[in-house]
């Protein structure tokens, strides 16, 4: 900011003073949150012997394209399914979940109907209901209709987004005029029709939100596929990548699977980090969102 | 779909049956558009519930089979010792760890509100980026970094001739969770409570610098009060995740075995239960009596808060 003239040379410094302090207060911070991260990277690089003998957070032998290598390969190429399995449940949920929390979300803002008050208090309620309570009864009537071991099982139940529904709901609101539906109506457009090719155009970047938020939910879950699913080929990089480690973990010669954990798990988050760089206005646009109504 | 000159005929002609019927057609549409999300509502969200909630008040008897048991299952969970230690453990990291990483959220999404420092932005994003790494993956990390044979730490200690720190060990386990769960949480925490001062209108801001009070002021008497509702949600979504604590634990048990109990925290419980002894029925009941636990502290929370900002 430009300092006024009238500003006296004693004042300005101690805003530069403050400045100074806040910024590296700050970076203390920062520090924090990319050191795990940057240990994860250097670590990729070591091989099983350099991991051990070497300081942990800076580089030795550059074993990357060995360490990818070994991950891509051990087990007869299991990672290489996991990370399948991963983009797979993730594109179809988010995907899936995106569709249906638009659609929804548009129907509570643009219309009236009998038991929207009650419908919608009963959707914010169920933000409330933790995920994790679902899953064990969820396993138990998959497990009744043998949906249990298979990729339904874990995308069926990835579809429901209530957090979507509402944020669909305050961005059609406020992104959707009426003006545009009722020119389309007097137009003689049907309702569906309404909706594919006026209302989604506006509605598409709170889509993306929601596509993005659910995509990374699904990509991030583990406690529902480790309960849900046991045929390893089936597993998503959480799951797979947390067997690695409990064996590493279990020693007896199998600690050389621990630079195989730590490059694998850097493999399975750099899609997200990547989308999240890239993406970063809808992320946030989601949480903004998210926090002005309630 | 009827074209535009059919539906001029249609109200040309006033036929009582066809307008009636479109009238209908009309009625359906919303419900039609919610149908794809309320199904998967009811059979994924409301059918386990309910479903749950049903088998919590049978027992598998060795005479006799499934039985009816009405609140057995209930009364035996409030008396649990093993339930109320996980409950008691995550009311313990709860009362450290929430303040600790909301108010650090608050103190940051200040500082990058006013922009009081350079590079907000790189900041924005650098305290959010854990956010994106999966619970999964934060916790193998920090496993790692707290490791006490090739753990940075511990080699840093092992330099310096001092003892290495025994993050995994019983009394350190809990710090060490809340770390893991402070580093994964406190940006996404952040740019809900910055997103929120960004919304407070322009004028009101100024108000304050107008009459010439201090920036620590402002922030105290007019920034916070503001944004109140975005505090108090973070804080309910805090209090029902500390609840829920499942993954890093359960991750970390690899880790340090002896330290990680089946009943750590009450979810870990419920889940050992229903996998490792095959207790469907009493782990229902469980996280039922779980879900009480969370709705108390979460309506308590609010009454002390809301009280508090009715007083200031």
Excluded: C
Excluded at chain 1, 44 to 52: C, E, H, P, R
Excluded at chain 1, 126 to 154: G, R
């Amino acid at each position: 900011m430009a300092a006024t003239p009238t500003r006296k040379a004693g004042s300005s410094s101690n805003i530069l003073g403050s400045r100074l302090v806040v910024t590296a207060f700050l970076l203390v911070f920062l520090t924090y949150s990319l050191l795990p991260l940057f240990y994860l990277v250097v670590s990729a690089t070591k091989d099983g012997a350099a991991l051990f003998s070497s300081f942990g957070l800076w580089f030795s032998s550059f074993d990357l394209f060995a360490n990818l290598k070994a991950v891509f390969t051990y087990d007869g190429g299991v990672f290489k399914y996991w990370l399948i399995n991963t983009a797979y449940y993730s594109v179809l949920s988010a995907l899936g979940a995106a569709f249906a929390a638009t659609i929804a979300g548009y129907a509570f803002a643009k219309f009236h109907f009998k038991g929207r008050t009650l419908l919608f208090a009963i959707i914010l309620g169920a933000i409330m209901v933790p995920p994790t309570a679902l899953v064990i009864p969820t396993y138990l009537l998959l497990s009744k209709v043998a949906l249990v071991n298979t990729p339904f099982a874990v995308i069926l139940p990835s579809l429901i987004t209530p957090f979507g529904v509402y944020l669909m709901r305050v961005y059609a609101e406020q992104s959707v005029p009426d003006d545009l539906l009722d020119a389309a109506r007097v137009d003689g457009a049907g309702e569906f029709r309404i909706f594919w090719s006026v209302a989604l155009r506006v509605l598409a970047p709170g889509f993306v939100t929601v596509l993005l938020l659910s995509f990374v939910q699904t990509w991030n879950n583990y406690f529902l596929p480790l309960v849900v699913l046991n045929d390893p080929n089936l597993y998503p990089l959480t799951v797979g990548l947390t067997l690695w480690n409990s064996v590493a973990s279990g020693g007896g010669g199998a600690q050389n699977l621990y630079p195989l954990v730590i490059t694998g798990s850097l493999v399975s988050i750099l899609p997200i980090i990547v989308s999240f760089l890239f993406l970063q206005r809808y992320w946030q646009g989601g949480l903004t969102f998210g926090s002005l109504k309630d | 779909m009827s074209r535009g000159a059919n539906s001029t005929k249609e109200s040309v002609e006033g036929s009582g049956i066809k307008a009636s019927r479109s009238r209908l057609r009309q009625a359906a549409v919303p419900y039609v558009f919610l149908a794809p999300f309320l199904i998967l509502f009811v059979v994924f969200l409301i059918l386990p519930l309910a479903y749950a909630l049903v088998i919590s008040v049978f027992a598998d008897k060795l005479v006799g089979g499934t039985v009816f048991v009405g609140f057995e299952n209930y009364a035996q969970a409030l008396g649990d010792p093993a339930f109320w230690g996980g409950v008691r453990r995550m009311i313990y990291f709860g009362i450290f760890q929430i303040p600790i990483m909301l108010g650090l959220a608050l103190v940051f999404a200040l500082l990058l509100d006013s922009g009081a420092a350079w590079f907000t932005s790189v900041f924005r994003l650098g305290f959010f980026v854990p956010y994106a790494v999966p619970g999964v993956v934060a916790t193998l990390i920090w496993g790692y970094l707290y490791g006490p044979t090739f753990g940075p730490f511990s080699q840093i200690a092992d330099y310096l001739g001092l003892p290495a720190p025994a993050f995994l060990s019983d009394a350190w386990m809990l710090p060490s969770i809340a770390n893991i769960v402070t580093w994964e949480f406190t940006g996404y925490n952040m740019i809900i409570l910055y997103a929120a001062l960004q919304a407070v209108p322009t004028e009101v801001r100024d108000a304050g610098a107008v009459d010439g009070a201090r920036p620590w002021q402002i922030a105290l008497y007019i920034r916070i009060p503001l944004i109140f509702p975005a505090i108090l949600l973070t804080g309910v979504f805090s209090i029902i995740g500390t609840f829920q604590l499942f993954n890093e634990p359960s991750i970390l048990r690899a880790n340090a075995p002896g330290v990680i109990t089946s009943g750590y925290t009450p979810n870990f419980y419920a889940y050992s239960l229903a996998f490792v002894n095959q207790e469907y029925n009493y782990s229902a009941a469980v996280s039922f009596a779980l879900g009480a636990v969370v709705v108390v502290f979460s309506y308590v929370f609010m009454l002390v808060t809301n009280r508090r900002e009715v007083s200031a």
